[in-house]
C-alpha cells in the first residue's frame, strides 16, 4: 500500500495527514512555515518495515481547516500531541523540520507518553535573527500571493534547484496556507526561547542541518544537540532549509538508521 490520505477531527479542526506504512511503531512528521505534509511523503514511502509514517497538515496549512485563530508554538505542539494519542502505535519517533521542530521541542517538553525520540532538521530552540523575522511577517503580511511570489517563497525552502513539478506543488502548498496562520505562528516564534529547558529532553535526537540553510545554521543544530540529554548533530553538505529534499536519500539512510538504532 503507497502513501494515503486521511484526517482526524483534533482541537475543534480537521486535521489532513498522510499515511503510509504498518507497524507498532510510528514516525509522526510535521512540517515547516508555508510548508505541509508533501515534503514527507517520499519519507513515508520509505520508512523500515514495522513502521508506519504519519506526515501532519497543521491547521492553517495544507489540507487541513483553518480557523481564525489559534496559531501558537504551544497550540500547534498540543495539537501534535493530541494525534500522537490517537493513534495505536505505543513508540512514536517525531520527525520535524524548520518550525515543526520548534513545535515537536515543546511537544517533548510536556512528555508525551508515547514519545520515544526525536528527528529535528532545519530548526532551533529560538529565533537567532529576530528582527530579520519581523521585518519577513511585516512584508508577509500584505504580500500579494501571486505565482511568482509563491514561487519566490518555494525556492527558498531548497538549496539545490528541484523539479518543476516539486517547486511548483511547494508554490502551490504556500498558497493554501492561511494568512492569519503564518503571522500568528511567526510572531509566537518570536517570544520562544527553549535555550533553558532543553536539558529537560531526556528523548534521543538527531539534529540535521544544512549547511547552506542561511535561516537555521549547524550552529542551530549544535545548540540543541548539545542542550538535550541524548542528542547528536548531523551536518550535510549542499543541503538548504528542507533536508529531505534537497537530499532526499541521505535524509532517509540517517532516519531509517536512527530508527534501526534507537528501536
Not at 508555508?34 to 497538515?57: K, M, R, T
Not at 516564534?189 to 529537560?200: E, G, K, V, Y
Request: aromatic share 6%; glycine share 10%.
Amino acid at each position: 500500500m503507497g502513501v494515503i490520505s486521511a484526517t482526524s477531527s483534533l482541537n475543534g479542526g480537521v486535521l489532513h495527514y498522510l499515511t503510509a506504512g504498518s507497524g507498532d511503531k510510528a514516525v509522526v512528521c510535521v512540517h515547516g512555515l508555508g510548508q505541509s505534509s508533501f515534503i514527507w511523503e517520499s519519507v513515508l514511502g520509505a520508512l523500515p518495515s514495522g513502521w508506519q509514517g504519519y506526515a501532519l497538515d497543521l491547521l492553517g496549512f495544507g489540507e487541513s481547516t483553518k480557523p481564525e485563530s489559534g496559531y501558537s508554538i504551544d497550540s500547534h505542539a498540543r495539537t501534535v500531541a493530541s494525534f500522537i494519542a490517537t493513534i495505536p502505535q505505543e513508540d512514536v519517533v517525531l520527525a520535524a523540520n524548520s518550525l515543526g521542530g520548534v513545535i515537536a521541542l515543546v511537544v517533548a517538553l510536556n512528555e508525551p507518553p508515547k514519545l520515544a525520540a526525536m528527528v529535528l532538521a532545519a530548526t532551533g530552540a529560538r529565533v537567532r535573527d529576530p528582527e530579520a523575522l519581523k521585518l519577513y511577517r511585516d512584508r508577509l503580511a500584505t504580500m500579494k500571493m501571486t505565482e511568482d511570489n509563491r514561487l519566490s517563497i518555494a525556492r527558498a525552502y531548497c538549496y539545490k534547484q528541484q523539479d518543476p513539478s516539486v517547486l511548483n506543488r511547494l508554490a502551490d502548498e504556500v498558497g493554501k496556507a492561511r494568512r492569519e496562520a503564518m503571522l500568528e505562528t511567526m510572531s509566537s516564534s518570536l517570544s520562544t526561547d527553549l535555550r533553558a529547558q532543553l536539558p529537560r529532553i531526556n528523548h534521543p535526537t538527531l539534529v540535521v542541518q544544512g549547511m547552506e540553510d542561511k535561516g537555521r545554521t549547524p550552529e542551530d543544530g549544535l545548540e540543541i544537540a548539545r542542550g538535550v540529554k541524548n542528542g547528536r548533530l548531523l551536518a550535510l553538505p549542499d543541503v538548504g532549509h528542507t533536508p529531505m529534499l534537497d537530499d532526499p536519500e541521505e535524509f532517509q539512510w540517517w532516519l531509517n538508521g536512527s530508527l534501526g538504532k534507537w528501536f
